[in-house]
């Protein structure tokens, strides 16, 4: 393209420079003119605010803002291009192969590749080698454009029907008139809106794609292949299976290695494993995927969170409710849940006459508790909490351990209050989240607040007095928040909290959501001090989210090493031999007497073994006795994490653990925090 002629064009950095360029500058040159020191840690711009390739020409005033490869935008950027760069290694190895997509992902990307003979993790060396050697080779990213059906004759050529596809629904989507084939997932291969068509070419391989990417394969190299997958295409059972290929690239090699020892230090938590090895659930394809067995130690921990959940919530001032797990259909085409939630409903089931839900929330129950009496001013708040087990019918390819299951016991709760209530009621909510993870061993949060959607509805005024109330709470708890503009439900705003783990990964636990639908779909009304009917706030409050999910979370943060007021085992009494029985039964019995869970380890393993597995079975105190213990009236102890506490008197560690059993002792209950009656 010739630029002859035409005028320069201005060109903003940042709030305040700007500097003239000849047309068809590229952000690149910019770059080279204006900071070339820059050069090595930038991998693109953001022309106008748009992402755009570093060697894509301007044609008209613009403004630039470069991306560093550290910052999400270049990471993005980084990993996407990398995904480019293990398709062109493929088709190198395995020519013929066909490609779906290669998008990044948090932390990586993958590839959906349709090889022509199964790929297998053997072969991922030597993919990675040929990536290494591309990479060397210094290939450019080069974007070349086709108007649609060009395109489609295109990737026709080059044997890739998963290609066409996209371009055909593209095609039919802006034929029809009722907006065509769902192209939901294929963001970043190709823009629905434009006419053009991108391509990216690196050396021979050419691939459909929307970019932008690095300037050449010579920046993507600190890189891993780090598993394989396979994904039916689309998400459809009923479409092909394909081989996914994951990876990870960072700017640094240094950055890449820590990544790495995450990645170990998270199968080493993992909660599938840890639950094997420590006995704690299991998932039977007999009994069904998704739906967990607990086994004793396993359902022992669930007990002690249940009772202590209990516990708290009435000295919170919660009314603690039970209800049904089904329902008749007529509650769920009330609440909405057979309109916009029914693909997700386990099937109906017909007795009697009637048609019967098992119950997918909660919700519509608490509400139904709420409206079997007329309610005054004078009841309200009235905060109603369930431990409550809900079914969701889940894919099958998204279930995940404990923390994605089809059969789960959310810890529901909800609260009507007044409109002058409200923004107490939703600073008390928050205030006791933050409280009870606190007791996990969580300390640290994300914390999001999601206004109003385009399509939602309420009043205006109701939704700025809910998103206000929410960021007071948070204020008022000193917690740094982001907003989700936009990002709430149709039927309210909310806040959600999202703890962090000893790895800094961020799991959604608590949520404080408003509900401005139910109640207006089952007409609920309390009677005021005027003497006339009036619509209550209701708000949703998850704390844990469910005890399946909280318990995956809670394993992996704890590397299955729990606190010790909820480890199944607190002490595992350990004789040197089987003549010292008796007395290991004795300290035992002591220390079930002091409250602490104790159990004695008769079996006729060297004494060696015996600790080796109460290390690995996480037991906080292993307790030896011999000779000189049972002489003395005294024992030695261990401490889990190989914390040698020497010998000593029976009551003296009695006492000494006397704190680590009492879940609530090294924790500062939130002020106000008491509760009046059942009620408030």
Known sequence: MTHVGKRPIAVTLGEAERREFPAGVTPWQVLEAVDPAAKKETVGALVNGRPADLRRPLEEDASIEFISAASPEGLSMLRHSAAHLMAAAVEAILPGSKFAIGPAIQDGFYYDIEPPRAITADDLPSIEAKMRELSERRLPFLRFELPLEPAIARVKALGQPYKVEILEAIRDRSASRSGGPDLEGLEQEVDPEVEQVSFYSTGDFIDLCRGPHV????VIRAFKLTHLAGAYWRGDERRPMLTRIYGTVFPTQEMLEQHLFRLEEAKRRDHRRLGRELDLFSVDDEVGAGLVLWHPKGGLVRTLIENLWREQHLKHGYALIFTPHVGRAKLWETSGHLDFYREYMYARMEMEGNDYYVKPMNCPFHIKVFQSRIRSYRDLP???????????????????????????????????????????EVTRAVRFSLYFLR????????????????KAIGAQALWDEATEALRRSAEQAGLQYQIDEKGGAFYGPKIDLRVKDALGRSWQCTTVQFDFNLPERFDITYVGDDNRPHRPFMVHRALLGSLERFLGVLIEHHAGAFPT???PVQARVVPVADRFLPYAQRVSDRLRGGGARAEVDVRSEKVGFKIRDAEVQKVPYIVVVGEREETQGAVSVRKRGGQDLGVMPIDDLVVSMQRELDPVADVAAPSGSEGGGAYQ
């Open 215 to 218: 300037v050449d394969t010579a």
């Open 382 to 424: 009235m905060r109603f909490a369930e431990l409550g087990t809900v079914y969701r019918f889940e894919r099958a390819g998204v279930l995940h351990g404990l923390l994605r299951v089809r059969g789960f016991t959310q810890d529901d709760a909800h609260i009507f209050c007044t409109p002058q209530q409200m923004a107490e």
């Open 439 to 454: 007791l996990f061993g969580f300390g640290e949060y994300e914390v999001y607040i999601a206004t109003r959607p385009e």
């Open 565 to 567: 007021w909820l480890a």
